[in-house]
Every structure is written in C-alpha cells, then in structure tokens.
C-alpha cells in the first residue's frame, strides 16, 4: 500500500510548530513529522529573557504544548532527531540514524547565540536550559557584564538589575540598537537604562575576555576593562543551516527563499532561518521576530495545502525594558528619522518613521497608551495599501 | 467554543483587538481583555485567526 502524503518539518520552535498547527487549520489530512533536537517539548523564546530570566515563571511556562495536545493534532513530534542531510531529489531528510520521505519540507532549524567566547565560560541566552542557567548565575550581589547594546542585551540587563545585580552592558557600537528600528531610539534607551544605574559602555569593541578561578576581566580594544562575576553575550544569531550545505539549496546568511518562502519545489523555509525575497524588492533577508514566524508559518500552510499566496508580513516586535513596553510595528530605513506623533503623551509617546512624503512606514510605541498604538497601526496598513 | 487567555504572557501587541474586536479588548497597559468568552460561531474564524497570530500564544480557544 502506498503511504499517505506526508510533510516534514525540521524544527520544533514556534515557526516549526506553528507551521504543524496551521497545516491542520487548513485542513491538511496527511502525515506531519516534526523534528525537534532541544529535548524539550515546544516553548517560546520572548519569555526567556523576560518571565523566565526573573523568574515570574517556571521555565514549563513557557511550553506551548502537551503530548498531548500534538498528539490531538497528529503530530508526530520526534525530538533529539537534529537533521543531518537533505536530497531534495530523492526527497528523504537524513538524521543520525534514518532517511525520513516526504513530499514537502519545511525548513525551521532557527538560529543558535553567536559568541567567540564560550570556552572562556561566557554565556549566551537562546534555549530554555540557558535562561535556567543565566538566571541562577545572577542571583544575588552579582557584578554582570552583558556584551551586546541591542534588544536582548538591553532585556538581560534590565533583568539582572531586578534580581539585585549590578550591570554593565557593553556594546561596539556608539549606539543601542533596536532591532529593525536601529539607533533611533538609543538616547531613549540610553537615559532608560542609566535612571536604573545600569553601566553603559558604548563604541567599545571588545579586545579580550580572561578569566580567572573567580572572576572575568574583559577588555576593551582602544585600552581599558571591566571586571564581572557573570558575562553574557547578547550579539546575535548564526542560522543553523550546516546541514543543508549539500543539498543545492541557496545559502546566504540563511536559506534564500521566493517571496512565498519555496526554497525549491516542495520546499519552504520559515521563521529565524528564512530569508525570504522581498516581494517589492527582490532582495532576500532574514527576519528574527517572533510575529514574523507566525506569519511566515501561516502562509507556508496556506501555499501547500490551497496554493494560496498570502500578503508580505508587516514586521512586528516588541520589548519590556525596566517596565518600558516598547513595541514597534512597519519599517524603518535609516534615512529617516523617528518623529513624536502631534497628540502623544510626554512621557509614553508614539514616534513614526516616515519616508518624507508623508507616508507613514513605521511606529513605535514608547510605553504608549494602547489605542494610540493600534491608531498608529492603522496608519501604517493605510500608507501600505496606497502604494 | 470558549475562550481563555494568559494575561501574564499577554504582551499587549493589539493582534487580537485588531482581528476580532467584538471578542477581545485591551486595557490601560494593553493587556488583553475578553469581552466575550463563549462568542458566536459567526466570529470563529476571526477568534481563531486572533488566536493563530497572537506572538505571545497568550489565547487558548476550546472547542
């Protein structure tokens, strides 16, 4: 007997599993294979470096799903089965030990912590188990030193602060950056983070980390140091594509995908890893925000099971920095500058990034009261639609 | 179908209030508040479209 059509996904993080969830919201009937290699069931990663890192949660908390819950959806969830190959004409993913068929694959192996010093005992903060790990070094009296001025260097401080840790947050560049924002909000940030006596050290390249039975010196390259108890790195994400380096899929920084997110016929990329093209602009770009995962992974179900084509995700993200919810929404080319929205409120106000002809293509939410947020929005999906 | 939400992951993104407003609201932090817990079935796809595209999987629809 012939066996049934079958998809397999590698990677069991939110675009991998969302991807399962939403196959079955559109009705698709066949066999889902889901390979996981962290030994843990489904969880988020946003909480990690809030909820969890204070310890507000148990790090179960952080779970989407039960046994259960996959099994009600049949999905077979194989975890520990990281994949090692791929032959994409003989349509088989290889793992350590066996060649798994499918009919159409898709690719959400995500990224893992860039950091040239792990060997020195320096942390990074990507799984589960490192939030577990970095939140018990913290604990207590605890000088930390966090290397990397962005997003999630900003939430790691922020969170030692809260557990009583005195903080240093180095970064190599003269600014701090928030994601696709980029500088634009670093005096904010930077006036945030010093009110909370968080030590900024910025345009400081980092020459060398030593460490000693009990502490860590790090050192700067135009001279000077810094001396913690705990360091984490917080300086980015290398996608997780080795495995896929003969397959004759297109690798640059990522897997290079059409604008619907076909890697080759039958096979998709999503979430972290993707770099999906531009449909205006052709160019191919990864995008690490956990909307644009879900979004990515919604439309891949859509295309396999309906031969659906579903519109360019408008990117999402946000951050709680010592209590600030900062979120933004839309796009920000560097060229143009962050302006207060006319009736924002002093202290939580609304900023649009616009592209001088009075388009609006993005918005951020200081703290910002939230109908003024989703008006904001709106004027975002408004200046999309006149294009 | 019945709803629940976690209003401690809610990250007060708005998605819900945008896709199904007649079911989900937000208060003065922007944490999502259920207007309806046990909708109408005319709102299911919007509720489980909210449901689907909340980033924090803050909303839990039960059959």
Redesign the interface.
Known sequence: MARRHRIVIVGASLAGL?TA??LR?EGYDGEILLLGDEGNLPY?R??LSK?VLLG??DPE?AI?KSRQDLDDLRIQFRDLQPATGLDIGGRAVHTATEALDFDELVIATGTRSRSSWVEAGVQTLRTLDDAVSIRRAMRGPQRVAVLGAGILGSEIAAAGRTLGASVALIGRSSTITFGAVGGALSARLEELHEKHDVQLYLGRAVHGIAATADEFRVTFAGGGDHTADVVVAAIGGVPNVEWLEDSGLVLDDGVVCDARGAAAPGVYAVGDVAAWSDPVTGVARRVEH??NA??QA?AVAGTIVHDRTSPAPVP?F?S?IHGA?I?AYGRFPAQHPLIVSDDSIADRPVLLSSDGDGRITGVVAWDA???A??AA?HLVDKAKEMQ | MHITVKT??C?????C??VAGAVFD?????IVVVLDPDPDVSEASAV?RAA??C???AITVHE
């Open positions: 969302t969830e939403a919201a988020g946003p909480p909820q507000d949660w908390q989407f956990q909307s879900i979004e919604m999402f946000w709680e919810r979120k009261p939230p109908p947020f989703r929005r | 401690d992951a990250v007060g993104a708005g998605q209030a945008l937000q208060d003065d932090d922007g489980l689907a595209l980033p924090a999987r």
